[in-house]
């Protein structure tokens, strides 16, 4: 973990972080705030976790001495840079770099963060106090393609809820009390917000249909209307670009569930549907047109009404 400078700067506030500030006098200080590493095991199981791989790009946001970066490129294949706002830990991670003969894949800058152009990266790695993780929350959702992997050592993203989380052991941890570690993992969702039309060819001839959508982060609710009967939707959730939700109209003989799964590109989906009538079902494929698009709701503030 390095803080940048610039951001305590702007807050004027010391490294005394809760859950920390217990164990600071272990860190090492490099000046602007203390330096407290990742355990190598955790940098493992972070990167085991985000499925890193050679096709990938790493960006690590305060990347210390450069472990991240360095594992990621030599035991994982990939490649990718980090980020500190202390020169003389940038050095220290070229100098690393170059020891583990991964030089050429593992770059390291002397930048404020907020100032770095994440949008290459397909995994994005961080272990930075709570407020900063927060801060940077809205740089990661505006820059980050869909689809891209966020890892975060022991702090969350607030609102915005993680995919997937695990606690592991950490022995070798410099701070804190407790010798364990949360890993959280997100995926960046697409846009998805907005009204879609498509038409389906069911019995009797095609029908219409359209979604009004609501997405906080890669939650989604909303409308399904076919054919002039609206049904809220269930289960709607997106991966990256990956989207799926259900909805299910009418009761008894006349029941009938809907399961969506597609890929959003732009203001386009393509996908399938199956389609169940009590024992019968059937799958076919979907392409619906984004009509009207208004913007995700990174909040929990009171979702806006969609039409019924």
């Not at 990939?78 to 050095?91: M, S, W, Y």
């Not at 390291?108 to 900063?132: I, K, W």
């Not at 969350?156 to 804190?176: R, T």
């Not at 890929?263 to 199956?274: F, L, M, P, Q």
Request: a positive charge; aromatic letters at 8%.
């Amino acid at each position: 973990m390095k803080n940048c400078g610039s951001l305590r700067r702007r807050l004027g506030w010391s490294f005394a972080a809760a859950g920390l500030a217990a164990g600071v006098a272990l860190a090492q200080d490099y000046g602007d705030s203390p330096y407290v590493p990742t355990p190598q095991s955790v940098v493992d199981k972070m990167l085991e976790v985000a499925s890193v791989g050679p096709n990938d790009f790493v960006v690590d946001l305060g990347s210390g001495d450069g472990r991240i970066v360095i594992t990621a490129a030599k035991k994982f294949g990939a490649r990718g840079f980090g980020v500190d706002i202390d020169p003389r830990l940038v050095e220290r991670s070229k100098k690393l770099a170059a020891q583990a003969g991964v030089a050429k894949r593992a770059a390291f800058y002397a930048r404020d963060l907020y100032q770095t152009d994440v949008s290459r990266a397909t995994v994005l790695t961080m272990y930075l106090l709570p407020e900063v993780v927060l801060m940077v929350r809205p740089k990661l959702l505006a820059e980050l393609k869909p689809g891209a992997r966020i890892v975060s050592h022991d702090y969350d993203l607030g609102e915005w809820q993680p995919d997937f989380q695990i606690e592991v052991d950490a022995p070798d941890k410099p701070v804190g009390l407790k010798k364990t570690s949360k890993i959280l993992y997100w995926v960046v969702p697409a846009s998805a917000a907005g009204r879609w039309r498509w038409e389906l060819g069911l019995d009797g001839g095609p029908a219409p249909f359209e979604l009004s959508l609501d997405q906080q982060f890669q939650k989604l609710n909303g409308r399904l209307t076919v054919s002039g009967q609206g049904m809220a939707i269930e289960n709607g959730v997106l991966a990256g670009e990956r989207i799926g939700f259900a909805a299910a109209s009418g009761s008894g003989a006349a029941a009938v569930r809907y399961e969506f799964s597609g890929r959003i590109a732009g203001d386009a989906i393509k996908g399938t549907v199956r389609v169940v009538r009590g024992a019968q079902s059937q799958e076919i494929g979907w392409s619906a047109a984004r009509v009207e698009a208004w913007p995700p709701r990174h909040t929990d503030a009171p979702a806006p009404q969609v039409a019924k």
